[in-house]
């Protein structure tokens, strides 16, 4: 029996959003793809690495809302490992952290396809560094426990608060819709009214913070809640840390439009995003784009074209 020679898949953490938290290794393969299997939350710009003939494919889940089934994701991963010799399935954050790489690992093992991880910074550290924090602080929290407020919906799973208990720190993926609930929770078990950082598209150009406690926290962000999307939420004592208040100040983000050849506008983008900026990319070779990428960046500039966003010309 002929052995087929199958590509090999790499699932990829890209990190919380700024392209700059990208890892070496993760762009270089990147750079190097034959097609690209990507989540909904990773930057756009990341995405604009990529060499322009190839298909990038948008596997992206939202919750709450109707998405691709993971056993679908699993087939199109196997398909491409068919078809191509480097497969990148491309996450948000670190894929082992909620990111449901096991069961992708499995599928790929079934089918004898050859993969490897390759680990992102996850939102949590990179949440509490933008504002001069870690998740464990001496003399303050010894630990921390990362779970997801996303469960099941005929799950009867409670929420721990082991760590809380125990004077570390909880960080909570994906809580936000499920905030009050969450919070009600914690106060239930615990009776203490612990502080609480919630903080929203971390490290992306609109990251904005909140401050407050279990039992404050879902009054302070409720006016807004339909529309704020997505959150981390860290409850413990690291939240009411004396120096976070002077983190948390504003700061004014510019957003560009970078046009001009495609290599020299991605090296004024990474410039950009080292000063704090935001901005996606408009090649003068579009046409060179697989129409994957072209209709990518379409939606794009659908999406990001208005009157906060500025654009700059390279010749």
Known sequence: ???????????????????????????????????????????????????????????????YRKHIQQQEINEKLISAAK?????????????????????????????????EVIPGI??????????????????????????????????QQQFDVTTLLNGGTLAIYMGVKRLAKIM??????????????????????NEKY???TVTTIV??????????????????DIAAYENIKSALKPCAIK??????????AIEQAFDIYEKGGWCIINPDEKHELHHSQQLFLEQQLMQHFDEEISTKYIK
């Open 219 to 236: 009054e302070q962000v409720s006016d807004g809640l339909e529309y704020i999307s997505p959150g981390m939420v860290i409850v413990g």
């Open 1 to 63: 029996m002929p052995i087929i020679p199958y590509g090999k898949v790499y699932l990829i953490g890209a990190g919380p959003g700024h392209p700059e938290l990208l890892t070496r290794k993760g762009e270089r393969l990147l750079r190097n793809a034959d097609i690209i299997l990507y989540d909904r939350l990773v930057n756009p710009f990341i995405l604009q690495l990529v060499r322009p003939e190839i298909e990038i494919i948008n596997v992206g889940k939202e919750a």
């Open 184 to 205: 009600n929770d914690i106060y239930q078990a615990t009776r203490v009214d612990y502080p609480v950082l919630l903080i929203f598209n971390v490290s992306t150009f």
């Open 122 to 155: 996850t939102t949590a550290s990179a949440a509490v560094a933008s504002v001069g924090l870690g998740l464990t602080i001496r003399n303050i929290a010894h630990s921390v426990t990362f779970t997801t407020g996303h469960l099941n919906k005929n799950s």
């Open 83 to 115: 078809q191509h010799r480097c497969v990148v399935r491309l996450k948000g954050g670190d894929p082992a952290i909620f990111g449901r790489v096991h069961e992708e690992i499995v599928a790929l093992s079934q089918a004898n396809i050859d993969f």
């Open 210 to 212: 909140i401050t407050g």
């Open 255 to 264: 957003k560009y439009l970078i046009s001009g050849p495609r290599l020299q």
